[in-house]
């Protein structure tokens, strides 16, 4: 039981987050060293509270650890732990209110407009079949007009969607519920999904907009990462640069600086603190700078006076 947890964490960040394979093993060999600090201890993952994860920091500073390597270590705890409460594997979050050294903190990948509707072209050319055509179009389109995290888009129940809805109802992070506007290509692509899918009689019953075979009855949040990644080759895009989260950036950025405010933003991202929407702002203060560097007619001309 306790492989699973890291192993659920590892592909859930992978999918979600983009999480490359050297991060990935280093989270595992933090959660493992953990594990086996709370198994002396008489503990779990499962049964672990904030005295042992604090006691396990402290065994960290004893050990002589790096500042980094003890930043790393408590952010994987508290990365893990944090998944577990939202996928219901805990009640609680034993490591919520730690605080570890300092890290400074680095902007989030995103995506230019025109790399965006390289994907989105892609999505509608790239599959063989139809069907999974204009399912690929619908989940590309949605993802980049709403800005859902991948699990809150993979798991949409079709109910949310029917009848052409201007704004959908998401279950969020802590089933927090949240409306999302959508834009008319969006709308376009849910009605001719719709129109397949409900043809199929392999998805009647189901509950979910797009329905797989699968456990969980839906698709897989690492099924559509692999997706992403081959729209990415397929438009001549980095695969490194291009996951669900960076398209997810990328709507939040755009609407930044078509003149979005923060708050607007952050309602419609789900983020419970204005902090965690804050970030964007760094990335308009790179893309100003960028333009001023050069589209300003001084800038311009001292280019060319060289």
């Known amino acids: ?24 093993e280093a989270y595992g060999r ?15 993952f499962k049964t672990a509270d904030r005295q ?10 004893v050990q002589g650890l790096a500042r980094s390597t003890k ?33 400074p903190k680095s902007l989030p990948k995103t995506l230019s407009l025109d790399e965006v509707n390289r994907l989105l072209t892609a999505a509608r050319t790239m599959p063989k079949g139809k069907s999974q055509k204009k399912r690929l179009t619908c989940l590309m389109e949605l993802l980049y007009a709403t800005g859902m995290r991948v699990t809150e888009l993979v798991s949409l129940p079709v109910a949310s969607v029917r009848g052409q809805p201007k704004m959908i109802l998401v279950r969020g992070k802590g089933g927090k519920e949240r409306m999302i506007p959508t834009s008319r290509d969006s709308q376009a692509a849910i009605t001719e999904w719709l129109s397949w899918r409900d043809k199929d009689q ?33 438009v001549d895009i980095s695969v490194d640069k291009v ?11 755009h609407l930044l600086i078509g003149g979005a405010d923060l708050r607007s933003i952050q309602t419609l991202l789900g983020h419970k603190d204005i902090a965690t929407t804050e970030i964007y702002t760094h990335i308009l203060d790179e893309r100003l700078k960028e333009l001023v560097l050069t589209r300003h007619p001084l800038a311009q001309h001292r280019e060319t006076s060289k």
Not at 1 to 24: C, D, K, P, R
Not at 205 to 214: H, I
């Open 30 to 44: 933090d959660l493992k060293d953990f594990l086996k600090f709370a198994n002396s201890q008489g503990s779990s």
């Open 202 to 234: 392999a998805n009647k019953g189901s509950l979910f907009l797009f329905p797989s075979r699968g456990i969980k009855g839906h698709l897989t949040r690492v099924w559509f990462f692999q997706q992403i990644k081959n729209l990415a080759k397929t």
């Open 243 to 253: 996951t669900p989260h960076t398209l997810r950036h990328a709507f939040a950025t």
């Open 1 to 24: 039981m306790t492989v699973n947890w890291i192993s659920n964490f590892l592909e859930a960040s992978a999918a979600e987050l983009g999480t490359t394979q050297n991060t990935q």
């Open 52 to 61: 042992v994860v604090e006691a396990y920091l402290i065994y960290c500073d």
């Open 71 to 103: 930043a790393r270590r408590l952010s994987s705890i508290k990365q893990m732990y944090r998944f577990a409460f939202e996928e219901g594997m805990r009640k609680d979050n034993p490591s919520v209110e730690l605080r570890g050294p300092s890290k």
